[in-house]
């Protein structure tokens, strides 16, 4: 199949595909061997690896998402903070509200 490099191009859509296609060719090879019409059984491992890099690719993007979408509410949360002001330390809110400066 493919380098990881070269399935990182790809959309979700035609991972999707790929590795529908890919564990249809497993499930061959299996069947071949099974009977025993397979003549090379690295590929089976081969396809085994090309599953394995297109799950890699596909959890890449997922942790790439939360990433993406916990920094913007983080973000948020931060300005929530900012809007709250001395309610962290209630006792300058104490010495202003009273008048008191000693």
């Given at each position: 199949?493919?380098?990881?490099?070269?399935?990182?191009?790809?959309?979700?859509?035609?991972?999707?595909?790929?590795?529908?296609?890919?564990?249809?060719?497993l499930?061959?090879?299996?069947f071949?061997?099974?009977?025993?019409?397979?003549?090379?059984?690295?590929q089976?491992?081969?396809?085994?690896?090309?599953?394995?890099?297109?799950?890699?690719?596909?959890?890449?993007r997922?942790?790439?998402?939360?990433?993406?979408?916990?920094?913007?509410?983080?973000?948020?949360?931060?300005?929530?903070?900012?809007?709250?002001?001395?309610?962290?330390?209630?006792?300058?809110?104490?010495?202003?509200?009273?008048?008191?400066?000693?």
């Amino acid at each position: 199949m493919a380098k990881a490099a070269t399935l990182r191009t790809l959309s979700d859509d035609q991972l999707f595909d790929e590795l529908e296609s890919a564990r249809q060719e497993l499930f061959n090879l299996r069947f071949a061997f099974a009977t025993g019409q397979l003549d090379n059984s690295a590929q089976m491992s081969a396809t085994r690896r090309d599953i394995a890099r297109i799950h890699t690719v596909l959890r890449e993007r997922e942790i790439a998402a939360a990433e993406a979408l916990a920094g913007v509410s983080q973000g948020s949360a931060g300005l929530a903070g900012v809007s709250q002001g001395s309610a962290e330390n209630p006792a300058t809110d104490d010495a202003a509200s009273t008048g008191d400066s000693s």
